[in-house]
């Protein structure tokens, strides 16, 4: 059972990494107004772990898409807003998940605010200068569009991933 789970983190964890790869490639045509902007399709995965694995597992899969991403974009500031981001993300979206009522959508909408909160706090740090959170408003735009587009994916993705993930994990064969 330990090296079934292993390996289904280990492809949730390699899609993510897929889905950042794909996403550095996509040009965002609104850089002029909204820089750095950008569609969170790793952030798919988190949510769909989120639902499908839990707080626990999704934090392994974040952690280990964060170094290996991470190492991939350069810069150890990389590393820093996804950590901030991430971090702050997955925290607020397991709190939204428990609210009663609250769709995935919502849920996804809720961290796709933190992330943005998140990186703006790392950002204010390194540049020692709280100024930057005035750019939040700018980025609460896109956190509605993104979080809507990573919700209506992964409220697509849920039900068959969980049932991917319930016939490997529960099945006696062995790989």
Do not use: W
């Not at 949730?12 to 107004?33: D, F, Q, R, W």
């Not at 397991?94 to 769709?103: C, D, E, H, P, R």
């Not at 956190?143 to 697509?156: A, H, Q, R």
Request: hydrophobic fraction near 50%; include cysteine; aromatic fraction near 10%.
């Amino acid at each position: 059972m330990k090296t079934k789970k292993m390996t289904f983190l280990g492809l949730m964890v390699g899609y993510s990494l897929i889905l950042y790869i794909i996403e550095s490639y996509i040009p965002n045509p609104l850089i002029a107004i909204f820089p750095g902007a950008k569609l969170g399709l790793a952030n798919i995965i988190t949510l769909i772990s989120l639902v499908v694995l839990g707080v626990k597992d999704t934090l392994t899969i974040l952690t280990v898409r964060i170094i290996l991403s991470s190492i991939f974009a350069g810069p150890i500031s990389y590393l820093l807003f996804s950590i901030g981001g991430g971090y702050l993300s997955l925290i607020l979206m397991y709190i939204a998940s428990k609210v009663k009522g609250l769709s995935l959508i919502g849920v996804s909408i809720t961290g796709a605010i933190g992330h943005n909160i998140g990186q703006l706090l790392v950002a204010s740090v390194i540049i020692e200068n709280l100024m930057i959170v005035s750019y939040l408003p700018f980025m609460l735009i896109t956190s509605l569009l993104t979080g809507l587009f990573v919700g209506l994916v992964s409220k697509y993705c849920c039900p068959r991933v969980k049932k991917f993930s319930k016939e490997l994990l529960t099945k006696n064969n062995n790989f």
